[in-house]
């Protein structure tokens, strides 16, 4: 497995069951029933092709008969009491917020989410923390020249509440690698820019309060990165 995945693997807390949601490949299913996990083993995807090639890798690996695939849309035939353990990951976090939000079984203190966003991780720490969840732990792992961050979050029905520039790069007070940590900082920092040149370049009015938010995030970036020093 990648270094990616490897994290994922590392932050998975589970005795009962664990879902990997668009298992793609199925490598984390995989890796767990080669490495001994006893609990239950499902694999998901919406898509047919990956789900095969999930099934062909686990039957190559000669493990195929200890995961339960499932060809379907996020976790709707997932039995929620064979699980305690969520995977999602290598999705926009966008379409992590809509699998979540169409699996009310998640919303249960018993039930750990791993979470990876390719995209828009803003928006799913902004959803998780309005929904009650609370964000236990934040991974960052930097593989094949790529930085990618890792989650995990489980349902108190509490709010902690983030800025939005936490929302982007994840609370100062939880970052593992704070070296890591600060290259997340500028990375997300040169994204905004980027949407923000482009917007103040157009000029259009209606861009007035998002470049009054993007500037705000810039500033409360400066200032977390300061205080990391
Ligand atoms: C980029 S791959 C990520 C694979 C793997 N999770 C990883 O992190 O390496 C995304 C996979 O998610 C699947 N997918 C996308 N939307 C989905 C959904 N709503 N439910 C289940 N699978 C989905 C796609 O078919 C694809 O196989």
């Not at 861009?207 to 205080?227: K, M």
């Amino acid at each position: 497995m990648n270094q990616r995945l490897e994290c994922l693997y590392s932050m998975i807390v589970s005795q009962i069951g664990v879902i990997d949601v668009g298992t793609d490949h199925g490598y984390l299913p995989i890796c767990l029933a080669e490495r001994g996990y006893k609990g239950e083993l499902f694999a998901s995807d919406i898509n047919a092709g990956p789900l095969d090639t999930a099934v062909r890798n686990a039957r190559v690996a000669g493990v195929e008969k200890r995961i339960h695939f499932l060809l379907c849309d996020g976790l709707s035939l997932c039995p929620p009491e064979q699980v305690d353990a969520v995977v999602i990951a290598g999705m926009g976090g966008d379409t992590i917020c809509s699998i979540l939000d169409a699996a009310a079984w998640t919303m249960s203190d018993r039930v750990q989410l791993v979470l990876q966003p390719m995209t828009k991780a803003e928006v799913l720490r902004s959803w998780l923390v309005s929904n009650g969840y609370v964000i236990e732990r934040e991974s960052l792992v930097s593989d094949s020249a790529t930085l990618y961050q890792a989650l995990s979050a489980r349902y108190l029905n509490r709010y902690t509440p983030l800025s939005d520039a936490e929302c982007f790069v994840g609370s100062p007070w939880l970052a593992e690698n704070l070296s890591l940590y600060r290259q997340m900082i500028c990375l997300q920092r040169r994204r905004i820019e980027t949407r923000l040149h482009g917007m103040e370049a157009s000029a259009r009015e209606d861009d007035a309060g998002p470049i009054r938010w993007y500037q705000s995030i810039l500033e409360q970036l400066r200032v977390i990165e300061e205080e990391t020093q």
